[in-house]
């Protein structure tokens, strides 16, 4: 019984080592790279997720000049699929509206679901879990900066 904790024991240990080997090697937005590298590294992995997240917030603010708003507010009027103040492409057809909506809805949901619970709450997240969301919070910031303003 002892053998098999160590080896559960390892296995852990390699799956975390593997999971930072992993996020060393991500391309992130520069903005969301400068706000959560270091703390991803020391393992403080719920504060890099939040400050990811609020450096994308930040960024949407900037890019759209509505700092007058915030969370999924901003996200909603912003990315609107009808009036958008920033859109992601020209908005021509059926397509090109859902694309915006969708897209409307993953900034929705990163404020909502990633920034807000960090906002109010002390927990931990899992090296794995902060991984997998800085990428997607990146990923989001990279399709910001395709953006152009109407």
Partial sequence: MDRLEESRSDLHRD??????????GLDLHPRIAS???????????????????????NYVKER????????????????????????????ANPTEKDEQEGLM??????ALALRNPRAHALFDDSPELALDYIAFISMLAKRLDTTTRR
């Fill in 64 to 91: 759209s000049r509505r700092h007058d708003l915030d969370g999924s507010g901003l996200m909603s009027t912003v990315f609107s699929a009808n009036n958008p103040i920033l859109a992601f492409n020209d908005l």
């Fill in 105 to 110: 809805h993953l900034f929705m949901g990163a």
């Fill in 35 to 57: 706000v959560s590298i270091d703390l991803y590294r020391n393992r403080h992995y719920r504060q890099a997720v939040l400050d990811a997240s609020i450096a994308l917030i």
């Fill in 15 to 24: 799956t975390a080592a593997l999971t930072r080997s992993t996020f060393e």
